[in-house]
T-cell receptor
């Protein structure tokens, strides 16, 4: 059983550009989560999906952030008009079932905005 | 609001020493779940354990053990006979038992453990 994968692993972009990250969850995991981790901090929850439905998005950091999971499999996280403060590690996780279950994390995408 | 505090920012131990990582949490939920994750230098968070609030039995898994004390809102993690491979950042996390909190993990800031050979 392969783990959660994320692409790209690193992204360097100039301020003002749009970026999109992809996450492939563990096969058959119905829940998918996005977190952001800045240096020296624990991950911070952003949003989550149950199958293709985005059930919580109020924690997305601003309206420049959006996420999709169109077919209930992979997900994308897009940041529009990037700012230097967006530089961070973006983590994806998945879990199987419903309720308070352990989440399995991918390796993350490290974003650097110059 | 939920909160997790890991007061120890960094700990250094010599190989084979025992080490305890502290975790204190705050929640208004009567049912909740506590987790520990390991983040090695490679960066990927590795799940270690989940504990339910209604089960205060301590748990041991090899060199790892966890002490859950509801009375002090603590969920401490002990590594016995530490090894260099244990060097990582360890995160304690909390999840609510129902409603809006039952899907998001609230993490502490982590404790960086360095095991010196």
């Amino acid at each position: 059983d392969t783990g959660v994968s994320q692409d790209p692993r690193h992204k360097i972009t100039k301020r003002g550009q749009n970026v999109t990250f992809r996450c492939d969850p563990i096969s058959e995991h119905n829940r998918l989560y996005w977190y952001r981790q800045t240096l020296g901090q624990g991950p911070e929850f952003l949003t989550y999906f149950q199958n293709e439905a985005q059930l919580e998005k109020s924690r997305l950091l601003s309206d420049r952030f959006s996420a999709e999971r169109p077919k209930g499999s992979f997900s994308t996280l897009e940041i529009q008009r990037t700012e230097q403060g967006d530089s961070a590690m973006y983590l994806c996780a998945s879990s199987l079932g419903i309720g308070p279950l352990e989440q399995y994390f991918g390796p993350g995408t490290r974003l650097t905005v110059t | 609001a939920q909160k997790v505090t890991q007061a120890q920012t960094e700990i250094s131990v010599v190989e084979k020493e025992d080490v305890t990582l502290d975790c204190v949490y705050e929640t208004r939920d009567t049912t909740y779940y506590l987790f520990w994750y390991k983040q090695p230098p490679s960066g990927e968070l590795v799940f270690l354990i989940r504990r339910n609030s209604f089960d205060e039995q301590n748990e041991i898994s090899g060199r790892y053990s966890w002490n859950f004390q509801k009375s002090t809102s603590s969920f401490n993690f002990t590594i016995t006979a530490s090894q260099v491979v244990d060097s990582a950042v360890y995160f304690c996390a909390l999840m609510g038992g129902s409603g809006a909190g039952s899907y998001q993990l609230t993490f502490g800031k982590g404790t960086k453990l360095s095991v010196i050979p």
